[in-house]
């Protein structure tokens, strides 16, 4: 479905993305996070089409997406702040995406309007922030595109409407089987929804793992500083801080019965890291 080999991108001598590789061959929710600046709006440009790679292969159902319109319209991608014509209103938007999208659900998006409270009548120009990310993501819902890429979806909008989008996405997928790639700074809400994860860290790609498999990575340990150093010797500790004699460590190793075994025989209390804290430490080591 997708396959990114060897791909570089950048301007004159500023690379964006240096020598990447990956692949998606399900239907499925693939959550795509990285600090500011790593390089995963590029990405999401090259896999729509946007942009061609300077060096290597970018691949949408085995043919290269940049001027290609057969293959664009395959992919809805809805970019952080969409440049939508400055004289649309809502609903000018939805007949473009009924036009361009093949698959197109209008009952659907009409059905979102309402639960977004959006106005069809309003100038996109005098949405809010959060009332703009909606509307991007009622178009990537609606689209059924066989490639789904939402960037920042949730920005501007408040916890419940979030919680609200999420079961949307996931809702979607099932009824519609499709690809989602989704970038986005809450991870810790949208885990739940995902069937895997793409880290993209210093312009590579970092980690490309079923999210079963990450999210179970990382504990902390707290207890005896001495106790703490023999148990976590010769594992990586991604973060540690003192406590008078007692040191709480961040450790790169799965929160499974094994650990939870070390952690009661030694006197340790010991709690699972959350995914944020773990992906922003992990990153951290590796520059």
Known sequence: MIRV?????GYGEESILKDISFKE???GITAVWGRNGAGKTTLMKLLAGHDKPNKGIVEIMGTAPYNRAEVVQSVCYMQEDHPFSSIWNVKDSLRFGQYYYSNWDMDMANRLLKIFRLDENKKISKLSKGMKSALQFIIGISSNAKITI???PSNGLDA????KMYKIIRESQEQHPRLFLVSTHHIEEIQQ???SILVIHDKEVFIHEPIDEIRECGIWLVGDKNTIEKV???QYVLEASELGSRLKVMVDVPFNEKW???????GLSIEKVKLQDYLLNKTEEAE
């Open 193 to 195: 929804i995902c069937d």
């Open 160 to 163: 419940n409407m979030r919680k």
């Open 5 to 9: 080999e060897n791909v570089t991108y």
């Open 232 to 234: 976590t010797d010769g």
């Open 260 to 266: 939870k075994e070390i952690a009661s025989l030694h």
């Open 25 to 27: 061959k399900e239907n």
């Open 150 to 152: 939402l960037d920042e």
